[in-house]
């Protein structure tokens, strides 16, 4: 039995001729995406209470007592789903040797020339990035989140506490925006992406093309069992 | 005395009203300023700025001002517990908009016991912290005579006026969502009448009239204190946050954390300046930018591709590792 180190259990090589490779199984695609709804909710409610140019938002949601209301019970489905997301996404995120490399490189992998690094498993370090970089501000945010969510918790800190949890809270949603710019800029930029997420496969040369150890396992993990 | 019907700020709470119609003020006409960018008067109608003094010096704790609250703006709070202090409530509440906070201090200069009796409530800051924290256009108003007003169907609920207010003043309702503290009647002001806890007060102890007549009036009483040896007697209209237009006369104004907590320099605090101050604008321009620069580099970059090739090779990969003899490959560098 091939070691499995670079894929999920679940991922799997399910057509050879062109090639195609489960990399989503619809739990994780539905999952995902209900994380992302949450996230857009969250994202249109919070700048509407961010910047008094963009107050009119509330109205997408009824009003702003509705907004206020809306925003902390929305940011906890989203810490949940996320977790969700997590549990399943972590071990194959975790940073290695390679992705040093890769980054060093950087500029390689805007210019197209990716054969110049080294081979990847599921994930490059910018999807490592954007994993991390949603946990650890989804996290702050949560905390922060709590301590300013009056209704429920009106005397969990001191007023003093509670000022520096909004400014934390405000400069964490501000990052994770553009953590979330980088999500779906590089998601559309690295053509055939998306069908990840949509159909839940791609296409076996973009594996080949960005995540090529994560191919090369699939491939040997069913090298007893005949793919078609 | 009635008031003159001419005068555009009522000049003491003991009067009795106009006896004849007068028109209200304190409308949009007055706003000077709002909270989150909300509408203020293009050329605001200047009123004479009024101010409510407390002489502390004279407060016997009877309580009169906070029935005269609850009354005035129909609050009707629970009945309350006895815990053993003469608090009651036992801190602001929405429905408790002034609150007696009774001090024992033991003096260590003269050795005397003092019963410190202060009168607590908002301050009507020259530059309020709530209406700066406030994210609900319109919801928190400042008019043209000084008084701070929260304007309910404008408010969210959110709280961060609480997190603004340099003396822990706001109340949010958890039956009505929305902010509550005291308006300094200012419906009783726009109709020429002074606030309710002034008029009610026994010992005149709240005084009420233009913020020069009071501070005029402070002056004599802080002489007449000083007379009478209390040497640090002195005037509470701190700075910090422009003056307020509630002020104290303290026996102890060196020492104003001795009644019950009185913020020695009250201002809005650094954290919320620079939260509603560059933390906004650069937060909307680092957002903006990489949106505008993404969507840019969408555009124009031609991104990055997988060609015929690619597939072709991943082709010959899958094959050559499903018959299990992997062959290595030149381009395979930094792999396990």
Redesign the interface.
């Known amino acids: 039995m091939v070691e499995r ?1 670079f894929s999920e259990p679940t991922d799997e ?1 399910v057509q ?4 195609e490779v489960r990399r989503y199984i619809a739990f994780t695609r539905w999952n995902h995406w209900f994380t992302a709804i949450c996230f857009i909710v969250l994202m249109l409610s919070g700048f ?6 963009l ?1 009119g938002l ?1 109205a997408l949601f009824g ?3 509705t ?3 809306l925003h902390p019970f929305v940011g906890i489905a989203l810490t949940v789903s996320f977790l969700g997301m997590f549990f399943q996404l972590v071990h194959l995120n975790i940073i290695r040797r ?1 992705d040093l ?1 890769w980054t060093a490189n950087i500029k390689d ?1 805007i210019t ?1 020339h990716e ?1 110049r ?3 990847l498993g599921k994930y490059n370090f910018g999807q490592k990035t954007v994993f991390w970089g949603m946990f650890w501000l989804i996290l702050a945010l949560l905390i922060t989140g709590i301590m ?1 969510w ?2 429920y918790f ?1 005397h969990l800190v001191s ?2 506490t ?3 949890a ?2 934390v809270h ?2 964490s ?2 990052l994770i ?2 953590v979330f ?2 999500h ?2 590089a998601a ?5 992406t998306l069908r990840a997420m949509t159909r839940g496969t791609v ?7 960005h995540h ?2 994560w ?2 396992e699939l ?2 993990r ?2 007893t069992k ?2 078609e | 005395m009635t008031i003159a019907p001419n005068m555009d700020s009522p000049r003491t709470a003991t009067a009795n009203p106009p006896t004849h119609p007068v028109p209200p003020n304190l409308g949009q006409a007055h706003v000077v300023r709002s909270s ?2 909300g509408p203020v008067a293009e050329n605001p109608q200047p009123l004479t700025e009024v101010a409510k003094l407390i002489d502390v010096s004279k407060c016997i704790g009877c309580k009169a001002c906070q029935s005269a609250c609850i009354e005035w703006n129909d609050t009707q709070p629970e009945v309350g517990v006895n815990v053993g202090v003469y608090e009651n409530p036992h801190d602001l509440t929405p429905e408790m908009f002034t609150l007696m906070r009774f001090t024992e201090y033991d003096n260590p200069d003269t050795g005397d016991f003092e019963w410190l009796i202060r009168k607590d409530g908002c301050m009507h800051c020259a530059e309020p912290g709530c209406l700066k924290a406030c ?3 319109g919801a928190i108003v400042q008019y043209s005579n000084g008084i701070v007003d929260f304007i309910h169907e ?7 006026c ?2 603004g ?1 340099p003396f ?1 003043i706001p109340r ?1 309702s ?1 039956k009505t ?1 929305v902010a509550q503290k005291c308006t300094l009647c200012s419906d009783r002001v726009a109709v020429g009448q002074g606030p309710a806890c002034a008029k009610a007060c026994p010992t005149h102890a709240i005084t009420f009239g233009t913020k020069e007549d009071m501070t005029a009036l402070a002056a004599e009483r802080v002489e007449d204190l000083k007379s009478r040896g209390y040497d640090n007697a002195g005037l509470y209209d701190p700075a910090g946050v422009g003056g307020t237009h509630v002020m104290y006369v303290l026996h102890h104004n060196d020492k104003p954390q001795i009644y019950d907590g009185l913020p020695e320099d009250p201002k809005i ?1 650094d ?2 300046r ?2 509603k101050g560059p ?2 604008p ?3 321009a ?2 903006g930018l ?2 505008i620069g ?1 969507a840019a ?2 555009l124009f ?1 031609r ?6 090739e ?6 010959e ?8 003899a ?1 062959v290595e490959r030149p ?6």
């Open positions: 180190k090589i050879l001729e062109p090639v509407a209470f961010f910047h008094p140019s107050y509330t009003g702003g007592q907004t206020r209301w390679e490399v992998v197209g054969e690094l080294p081979e300013m009056y209704q009106p007023i003093e509670r000022r520096i909004i400014f405000s400069v949603a501000v925006v553009l710019i980088l779906i800029f559309l930029w690295t053509r055939g296409t076996g040369g973009w594996s080949w093309r090529r150890k191919l090369r491939a040997r069913q090298r005949p793919a | 989150a960018g994210p609900a256009p404008n408010c969210i609920g959110c709280g961060y609480v997190s207010c822990n949010i958890q969502h605090s954290v919320v620079n939260w933390a906004k650069v937060g909307i680092a957002v990489a949106a993404a580099m969408a970059h991104g990055n591709s997988v060609s015929q690619d597939e072709a090779e991943a082709r990969l899958v094959q050559e590792e499903l018959r299990g992997p381009h395979d560098k930094g792999s396990a």
